[in-house]
């Protein structure tokens, strides 16, 4: 699989916007790019995965650059909740495997 | 909606004993499924994954099995526990779109196995 490179760590304040970028500058045409987050104890959770085209859900926003070598999951309005580990994961569209490749990810802060 | 249960939530195992970890998922039919293992400070390690009854395919040789008796669930065994064996095990589940594995994964909240 391609190789995703995001920064170790983020902090954020409360109510705030967030921005968590993620570079796959060896990414494939049919690579999907994947987002999870994991909350300390948990199981990961999906948050998002887009293509081409920037894409919304009720979680966060995917913006994909043009060239598909970057990507940004953006978090609207942080919470404390909202505090994680965040990984970019990206998936191709073939059968090429089943395991998601989780990376060490971003651990976002979100202080009050 | 569709769940995902495990349990159980912690366990603590002497070397040597047998384990049965179950999971199970409700609101979909035909899933994929999937166990994982997080060791401490480490990444996700998909152990088992399953396309249907009684269809297991392993990822890494080791001394866990997986088996899927029902749809919806799925079971990690071993009939003796190794101290390496410790670790956060994860259950998941995906549609099943043919041989498209770019569906998003749905994650259990996961059981702690520590091996004394």
């Known amino acids: 699989d391609a190789k995703t490179t995001q920064p170790n760590s983020m902090e954020s304040n409360e109510e705030e916007p967030v921005h968590l970028p993620c570079n796959h500058s060896t990414i494939s045409g049919t690579d999907y790019i994947h987002w999870y987050r994991q909350l300390p104890s948990q199981g990961p959770e999906y948050v998002i995965h887009?293509?081409?085209s920037n894409v919304n859900n009720r979680m966060a926003s995917l913006a994909i650059a043009e060239d598909r070598k970057s990507s940004t999951l953006i978090l609207h309005r942080a919470t404390l909740r909202d505090a994680a580990v965040y990984y970019c994961i990206l998936r191709p569209s073939s059968n090429s495997g089943y395991a998601l490749n989780f990376g060490k990810g971003t651990s976002l802060l979100v202080t009050p | 909606s569709q769940t995902i249960h495990q349990w159980p939530a912690t366990l603590v195992q002497p070397v040597g004993s047998p384990l049965s970890l179950e999971c199970t998922v409700e609101g979909t039919s035909n899933p994929n499924l999937y166990w994982y293992r997080q060791a401490a400070g480490r990444g996700l390690q998909l152990l088992f994954y399953s396309v249907g009854i009684g269809q297991i395919s392993s990822e890494v040789p080791q001394n866990l099995s997986a088996s899927r008796p029902q749809d919806r669930q799925f079971i990690l065994s071993s009939k003796k526990l190794l101290l390496s064996d410790s670790g956060f095990y994860l259950c998941?589940?995906?549609?099943?779109?043919?041989?498209?594995?770019?569906?998003?994964?749905?994650f259990g909240d996961g059981t702690r196995l520590s091996i004394l």
């Open positions: 887009g293509l081409t």
């Open positions: 998941a589940w995906s549609v099943r779109l043919g041989f498209y594995s770019n569906q998003p994964q749905h």
